[in-house]
C-alpha cells in the first residue's frame, strides 16, 4: 500500500513521455471502441493493450494505476520472494527495488515495463516455491506483455531445480516451459490473428554512441545516487573482511544455484539492452537481479547503507539532457555539465521522478500551445509530428477544430511530392526534420519549403 500511494501523484498529466505510450493508448481506445485489435507497435504487447482497454474510456489516470497497481503487486512478490528465501530485511528489500528510479518511472505511465515485471517477479516467487505451472503461467502472461519475457525461462529453469533426482528436475523443468509457452502463444493469438506471423519484428533505430548508452545503463536506470550506492556496493564486497565479523542477510541454503541463475538474467537482459540500446526500461527486468545480489553478498550494515542511497534516489540529484528538441526542457536549477558531446543539467534538490514530474507536466501544456497555432493555419496543410504522432491522434478529436490538416509520423519523398504538388503547406515539429532525414536520407527544408511549428 505505501509503495502504491508513492505512485498516485504520479498518476495525473498524460500516458508518459514515451511515444509509445500514447500508442497503447490509442489503439486500446480502439479496441475499446470496436472490438478490431491492433498493435501499438510490434511485436505487439497484447496483454497490457486489452488490459488498458477495460479503463480507456475513463482516461489517462485510469491506465497509469493500472500499472501503478501491477508495479505495487510485484514489489510485494518481491517481498514474499525474500521471506521464503529467509532474507532478515525482506520489506527494506522490497522497497529498495521500489525506489529504483527507472522502476519508479515506469511505474506510474502507461507502458508495459512495470506490468511484464510484475509477472516475472510473481513466476519467481512461485519458482521458489517449487511451483512450476503457476511459475509457467505467470511468466507466458509476462511475455504476452512483453516478448522479451520470455528470455527469463532459462533462469527460472536453474532455479526450479532440486536435488531429488534429474526425472523430477526434467518434469520440473518441462511443466514450468510447456506453461510458459502455451500462455504466452495464447496471449499473442490476438496478433497473430491480425498481422499472421509477420509481427515477429521491431522497429530498427540508429545505434547511439557509447555515452549514451551507458547513461541509459546507468544514471538514467539508476539515477546519481543510485550509481553511487552500486559503487559503494562494490567497494564493500572487494575490501578484505572477516566472514565471522559480520551478520549476512540471507542464509546458506541460498546457494551458488540461485546466484547462477540471478547472473544469467542479469546477463541476458544486458545483452538484449546492447543489441539494441533504445531505452533504459530494456535493463529494468534485470533490476532485481541486481539487488539480489547485492543482498546476498553485502553484510548487514552495508546493505542499509546501500539500501539508503536507493531509496533516496528518486528524489535527489538529477542529470537531464538539455538542449534536444524533442524533450521537453524545464527551467534549469543547476549546472550544465558536458557527458559524449551531449549537455546535461545537474540538478541536486530534484530527483529523476520529480524532473520526470516536471518535463511531463511541461509536455502536456506545450501540446495545448501547439494545438492553438494548428487552429489558426489556414488552408491544406501536411504537418510531420514524429514522436508526437500518437499524442496528437489521441486527442486531436478533442482540441483539433480545423480539419484541413493531415499528420504523419514521418514520410518519405516520393509521398511527400505529391502533398506538395497538391496545394499543402509543409510544417514539421521541432526535431523532425532530423528525424525524418534518418529515416528517408532526404532533407525537408532544401527540397521543400517546409517550415517548423515550435511549441513556443
Same mark, same amino acid.
Given at each position: 500500500?505505501?509503495?502504491?500511494?508513492?505512485?498516485?501523484?504520479?498518476?495525473?498529466?498524460?500516458?508518459?513521455?514515451?511515444?509509445?505510450?500514447?500508442? @497503447?493508448?490509442?489503439?486500446?481506445?480502439?479496441?475499446?471502441?470496436?472490438?478490431?485489435?491492433?498493435?501499438?507497435?510490434?511485436?505487439?504487447?497484447?496483454?497490457?493493450?486489452?488490459?488498458?482497454?477495460?479503463?480507456?474510456?475513463? *482516461?489517462?489516470?485510469?491506465?497509469?494505476?493500472?500499472?501503478?497497481?501491477? *508495479?505495487?503487486?510485484?514489489?510485494?512478490?518481491?517481498?514474499?520472494?525474500?521471506?521464503?528465501?529467509?532474507?532478515?530485511?525482506?520489506?527494506?528489500?522490497?522497497?529498495?527495488?521500489?525506489? @529504483?528510479?527507472?522502476?519508479?518511472?515506469?511505474?506510474?505511465?502507461?507502458?508495459?515495463?512495470?506490468?511484464?515485471?510484475?509477472?516475472?517477479?510473481?513466476?519467481?516467487?512461485?519458482?521458489?516455491?517449487?511451483?512450476? @505451472?503457476?511459475?509457467?503461467?505467470?511468466?507466458?502472461?509476462?511475455?504476452?506483455?512483453?516478448?522479451?519475457?520470455?528470455?527469463?525461462?532459462?533462469?527460472?529453469?536453474?532455479?526450479?531445480?532440486?536435488?531429488?533426482?534429474?526425472?523430477?528436475?526434467?518434469?520440473?523443468?518441462?511443466?514450468?516451459?510447456?506453461?510458459?509457452?502455451?500462455?504466452?502463444?495464447?496471449?499473442?493469438?490476438?496478433?497473430?490473428?491480425?498481422?499472421?506471423?509477420?509481427?515477429?519484428?521491431?522497429?530498427?533505430?540508429?545505434?547511439?554512441?557509447?555515452?549514451?548508452?551507458?547513461?541509459?545503463?546507468?544514471?538514467?536506470?539508476?539515477?546519481?545516487?543510485?550509481?553511487?550506492?552500486?559503487?559503494?556496493?562494490?567497494?564493500?564486497?572487494?575490501?578484505?573482511?572477516?566472514?565471522?565479523?559480520?551478520?549476512?542477510?540471507?542464509?546458506?541454503?541460498?546457494?551458488?544455484?540461485?546466484?547462477?541463475?540471478?547472473?544469467?538474467?542479469?546477463?541476458?537482459?544486458?545483452?538484449?539492452?546492447?543489441?539494441?540500446?533504445?531505452?533504459?526500461?530494456?535493463?529494468?527486468?534485470?533490476?532485481?537481479?541486481?539487488?539480489?545480489?547485492?543482498?546476498?553478498?553485502?553484510?548487514?550494515?552495508?546493505?542499509?547503507?546501500?539500501?539508503?542511497?536507493?531509496?533516496?534516489?528518486?528524489?535527489?540529484?538529477?542529470?537531464?539532457?538539455?538542449?534536444?528538441?524533442?524533450?521537453?526542457?524545464?527551467?534549469?536549477?543547476?549546472?550544465?555539465?558536458?557527458?559524449?558531446?551531449?549537455?546535461?543539467?545537474?540538478?541536486?534538490?530534484?530527483?529523476?521522478?520529480?524532473?520526470?514530474?516536471?518535463?511531463?507536466?511541461?509536455?502536456?501544456?506545450?501540446?495545448?500551445?501547439?494545438?492553438?497555432?494548428?487552429?489558426?493555419?489556414?488552408?491544406?496543410?501536411?504537418?510531420?509530428?514524429?514522436?508526437?504522432?500518437?499524442?496528437?491522434?489521441?486527442?486531436?478529436?478533442?482540441?483539433?477544430?480545423?480539419?484541413?490538416?493531415?499528420?504523419?509520423?514521418?514520410?518519405?519523398?516520393?509521398?511527400?511530392?505529391?502533398?506538395?504538388?497538391?496545394?499543402?503547406?509543409?510544417?514539421?515539429?521541432?526535431?523532425?526534420?532530423?528525424?525524418?532525414?534518418?529515416?528517408?536520407?532526404?532533407?525537408?527544408?532544401?527540397?521543400?519549403?517546409?517550415?517548423?511549428?515550435?511549441?513556443?
Amino acid at each position: 500500500m505505501l509503495v502504491l500511494c508513492s505512485r498516485l501523484p504520479f498518476l495525473f498529466y498524460g500516458f508518459g513521455l514515451d511515444p509509445n505510450s500514447w500508442g @497503447v493508448a490509442l489503439v486500446a481506445r480502439h479496441f475499446h471502441d470496436t472490438g478490431v485489435y491492433e498493435a501499438s507497435r510490434f511485436p505487439g504487447f497484447p496483454i497490457h493493450e486489452m488490459l488498458s482497454s477495460l479503463v480507456i474510456a475513463q *482516461g489517462y489516470f485510469l491506465t497509469n494505476l493500472l500499472v501503478a497497481l501491477a *508495479g505495487s503487486l510485484g514489489v510485494l512478490y518481491f517481498v514474499f520472494t525474500l521471506k521464503a528465501l529467509r532474507f532478515r530485511y525482506p520489506l527494506l528489500g522490497g522497497a529498495t527495488l521500489a525506489a @529504483v528510479p527507472i522502476f519508479y518511472v515506469s511505474s506510474v505511465i502507461t507502458y508495459d515495463y512495470s506490468l511484464a515485471l510484475a509477472f516475472i517477479l510473481a513466476a519467481l516467487y512461485y519458482t521458489v516455491k517449487g511451483r512450476p @505451472v503457476t511459475a509457467g503461467i505467470l511468466l507466458g502472461l509476462a511475455v504476452g506483455c512483453r516478448m522479451t519475457s520470455g528470455a527469463m525461462l532459462l533462469p527460472l529453469a536453474i532455479m526450479i531445480t532440486q536435488n531429488d533426482g534429474m526425472k523430477a528436475n526434467y518434469g520440473r523443468i518441462l511443466k514450468l516451459t510447456l506453461a510458459t509457452v502455451v500462455i504466452g502463444v495464447f496471449s499473442y493469438l490476438p496478433v497473430i490473428s491480425e498481422y499472421g506471423f509477420s509481427f515477429f519484428t521491431y522497429e530498427k533505430v540508429p545505434y547511439p554512441a557509447i555515452g549514451t548508452i551507458l547513461f541509459k545503463m546507468f544514471i538514467e536506470s539508476w539515477g546519481i545516487l543510485g550509481v553511487l550506492a552500486l559503487c559503494f556496493g562494490l567497494v564493500v564486497l572487494l575490501l578484505p573482511v572477516r566472514p565471522q565479523a559480520k551478520k549476512y542477510l540471507f542464509p546458506r541454503s541460498v546457494n551458488e544455484k540461485y546466484v547462477v541463475a540471478w547472473l544469467i538474467a542479469i546477463d541476458l537482459y544486458i545483452i538484449a539492452f546492447l543489441k539494441l540500446p533504445a531505452e533504459a526500461g530494456y535493463l529494468l527486468p534485470a533490476v532485481p537481479f541486481v539487488l539480489l545480489l547485492f543482498c546476498k553478498y553485502l553484510h548487514a550494515e552495508a546493505f542499509v547503507v546501500f539500501a539508503i542511497l536507493i531509496l533516496t534516489s528518486p528524489f535527489l540529484v538529477s542529470l537531464t539532457q538539455v538542449g534536444d528538441p524533442e524533450t521537453p526542457e524545464t527551467p534549469l536549477a543547476g549546472n550544465v555539465v558536458e557527458i559524449s558531446d551531449r549537455f546535461y543539467s545537474l540538478d541536486l534538490a530534484m530527483g529523476p521522478i520529480l524532473e520526470y514530474e516536471s518535463m511531463r507536466r511541461l509536455s502536456m501544456a506545450q501540446m495545448d500551445t501547439l494545438f492553438r497555432k494548428l487552429n489558426d493555419l489556414d488552408g491544406l496543410s501536411l504537418v510531420i509530428a514524429g514522436q508526437w504522432y500518437y499524442q496528437i491522434q489521441f486527442t486531436k478529436d478533442r482540441d483539433l477544430q480545423n480539419q484541413e490538416i493531415i499528420f504523419v509520423d514521418y514520410i518519405n519523398e516520393q509521398s511527400l511530392d505529391r502533398y506538395f504538388e497538391n496545394g499543402y503547406d509543409l510544417y514539421y515539429l521541432p526535431g523532425q526534420d532530423r528525424k525524418n532525414h534518418q529515416k528517408y536520407n532526404f532533407e525537408l527544408r532544401d527540397n521543400f519549403d517546409a517550415a517548423e511549428l515550435d511549441f513556443e
